[in-house]
Structures are given as structure tokens and as C-alpha cells.
């Protein structure tokens, strides 16, 4: 669940380790799929030539551990370990093995083996391709959103790394530690997955938006502290977070907060959605703990990255005893919302020439968010 040192030990399955009481009550609600089930599995070992991975079969309740036949001198199960478990030549055809080293939220390297996920192609995750698709009724308990994104049954398995010369056949065994790391896996596939069909989806509907992330986006999905794509914002007509300083210089805006991600939830459920500049959208009234916030224009026009910029900076500048040169850093108490009668439109006018005629924001002249 973290980077900590882990001394604590699950006294159900003692095959997981974790640095606190904390942390174990986080990774419980995942956890308790398989701890008794693990420890009912360990002895039923057929042979040496058997070990561990994990099954997320489509029809049945939960994912279940299984052992898999590996070919001596091989780094991989055998096809006929496939076929035990009802799987059958098609199944493999039409699914990707990709291996990973670490874990995709912590960054953090396996120490013993390298965990293979088979997770469907591309065409067999598109919704567009699959629109009567089944999900996967293993997964809907843990997660329904992701068990409607991973159609069929999935397998994870253990290999060797590729700089393993010792190449032990006990390091590849998959046990409660990788179940957490090949949901995290899944998640994360769907996540991006799920980004992608969003823009393909937007066609030309769509119009430049600005995202400022939260620190679980940036922590955990290597997103920037804000960014400019192309968005929507379906259904929001109405601003989620008030905007009033937006709002006394004549820029339109919606806010609408996104979601958190489920890849970092329980990883980060409090400090993950801190967002210290979405603090500046409401100036003294905002709390810090906001989330990744998507910011638009009411009037349906582009709302460029520079835009954005300037106007929090030029909030920081009017309502902040002395604003930081990093907004990352300003926090809601720095913020006196006493202060918006300091704010006006013909201010933040000049305020904008100034800031980017005389340094042009990454290089170039970008014209102000009245002349769009």
C-alpha cells in the first residue's frame, strides 16, 4: 500500500506485509477477496512443477487462486495449465500477455518476479466493438466499473525478470501481495483506456479546456500540475465551485471536478485530492482537498492554458499578502476573500498585456480571453 518500511504482518493469510494498522485497513476492503481462500489454497499444491497465479474467471463470484503447470527450463506456464482452467486457444489469441516489473501506482519493482496480466486486445476492450459484452462477474464485487471494462476471464501469472540469472522456480509463485498490484494494473489500463475512448467519443464536439490535477493525478498517473486538452463538459451547466473573481472580470467559467481516480484512491484518500490551485478559483472559501478540477467557458469558446495562468496569478497577486513565485504553494488561509473588491476587468486587462506581451507565454503571443 506504500513505500514504507512494512514490520506488520496479516495474521489470516501471513503471507502480506504492511507498515501500519492504517495502511492494512485501507487494503482490507481488496484484501478479504482472497486472505482466507489463500490459506485454504497453499496446501493443495499438486506438484513441484506448479505454482501460483491468480484466476478472474467470467462467471463465477470472485478471483480465485490456481496452480499452473511451467515446462522445466521454461518461463512461462504451458498451454495445457490454459486449458485446465477452460481456457481455450481462441481466448489466448485474442489476448495481450504484457509483463511488469513494478507496480504501476507505486513505481516500486517486484523483488522476486515479473507479473503477467493476459488482458483483452484492443478491439475486445472497445466498447464501440463490444457493446453486449458481458462483464466479469469475479471482478463486479471488487469493482463494477472495472469488471464491465475487462470482458471474459483474465489470468496473471508470475515470470522471472529478465535480469534474474538465478532464475529460482519459487520467485515466480503469485500471492495476496500481486492480487492488489494486478488490479492496480487493470485500473490503470482501464483508466487510460477509458481517457482515450473519451476523446476519440468527442469527435469535433468538443473545445479546449483546462485541468488543473490534483496531487493523486500527478503523484499517480504522471500527470502535469495543469494542463489544456480538448473536453466536454456533458451536462454542467452550472459551476460546481463558485468562480468569483472569474466572474468580476468577465470570464465566463464552469468548474466541474472530476472524479478521483480509483487507481489511487486507496492509496491516497485525503492527501491525493489536494489541489492547492484550484484554492485560487474561490479565494479564501475554497478548501485545499478539491480534486482535479476541469475548467471551461460558459460561452462554449476555448479556454486556453495561458488564460488560466494569468488569471491565477492575477488572483494570487490581489488576494495574497505576498503570493509565492510557485502557485503550487499558496493555501487557502494566504487567500483573503475580503478582497475581491480589488478585482476588475479593466485590472486583469492590464494585468494580462503585462504579463505576457512582455514575457509571451512559452515563447508566443497568445491574445487575451476577450478577443477569442
Avoid at 356 to 364: A, D, I, T
Wanted: hydrophobic share 35%; proline share 7%; with cysteine.
Amino acid at each position: 500500500m506504500c513505500n514504507h518500511p512494512s514490520s506488520k504482518i496479516c495474521s489470516g493469510c501471513k503471507s502480506i506485509h504492511y507498515c501500519s494498522t492504517a495502511c492494512q485497513k485501507h487494503d482490507w476492503p481488496l484484501h478479504k477477496v482472497v486472505c482466507k481462500d489463500y490459506q485454504e489454497f497453499l496446501p493443495t499444491r499438486p506438484d513441484s512443477s506448479h505454482y501460483s497465479a491468480i484466476y478472474f474467471p467470467a462467471d463465477e463470484d470472485k478471483p480465485r487462486f490456481v496452480w499452473m503447470r511451467y515446462e522445466a527450463g521454461h518461463n512461462h506456464p504451458q498451454e495445457v495449465a490454459f486449458a485446465e482452467l477452460g481456457l481455450s486457444q481462441e481466448w489466448i489469441d485474442k489476448h495481450d500477455n504484457v509483463a511488469s516489473e513494478t507496480n504501476p501506482v507505486l513505481k516500486r519493482r517486484y523483488e522476486s518476479h515479473c507479473i503477467v496480466l493476459s488482458r483483452p486486445t484492443a478491439e475486445k476492450i472497445c466498447p464501440c466493438c463490444t457493446p453486449n459484452g458481458k462483464p466479469n462477474q469475479s471482478i463486479s464485487k471488487l469493482d463494477s466499473d472495472l469488471a464491465r471494462f475487462c470482458q471474459g476471464a483474465i489470468v496473471a501469472w508470475g515470470v522471472h525478470h529478465t535480469s534474474d540469472i538465478d532464475k529460482r522456480p519459487s520467485d515466480v509463485h503469485l500471492g495476496p501481495a500481486d492480487f492488489r498490484s494486478v488490479i492496480d494494473e487493470m485500473r490503470l489500463v482501464e483508466h487510460f483506456w477509458n481517457e482515450k475512448f473519451h476523446e476519440l467519443s468527442l469527435g469535433q464536439k468538443g473545445t479546449i479546456v483546462v485541468r488543473l490535477n490534483c496531487q493523486g493525478d500527478q503523484q499517480f498517473l504522471d500527470r502535469p500540475i495543469i494542463e489544456e486538452h480538448v473536453g466536454l463538459l456533458a451536462g454542467c451547466h452550472e459551476s460546481q465551485i463558485p468562480t468569483p473573481v472569474a466572474d468580476r472580470v468577465g470570464l465566463p467559467l464552469i468548474a466541474y471536478q472530476n472524479t478521483p481516480a480509483r487507481v489511487w484512491r486507496d492509496y491516497a484518500p485525503h492527501s491525493g485530492r489536494q489541489n492547492h490551485k484550484a484554492c485560487l478559483l474561490n479565494p479564501g472559501q475554497q478548501t485545499a482537498e478539491t480534486g482535479s478540477v476541469t475548467l471551461g467557458r460558459k460561452d462554449g469558446k476555448p479556454l486556453l492554458l495561458a488564460h488560466v495562468h494569468a488569471l491565477l496569478s492575477y488572483t494570487a497577486a490581489k488576494m495574497a499578502d505576498s503570493a509565492p513565485s510557485d502557485l503550487a504553494c499558496i493555501t487557502p488561509d494566504m487567500l483573503h476573500a475580503e478582497r475581491i473588491n480589488q478585482v476588475s476587468k479593466e485590472n486583469f486587462e492590464r494585468f494580462y498585456y503585462e504579463m505576457w506581451q512582455e514575457n509571451p507565454f512559452r515563447g508566443r503571443l497568445v491574445p487575451s480571453p476577450f478577443n477569442i
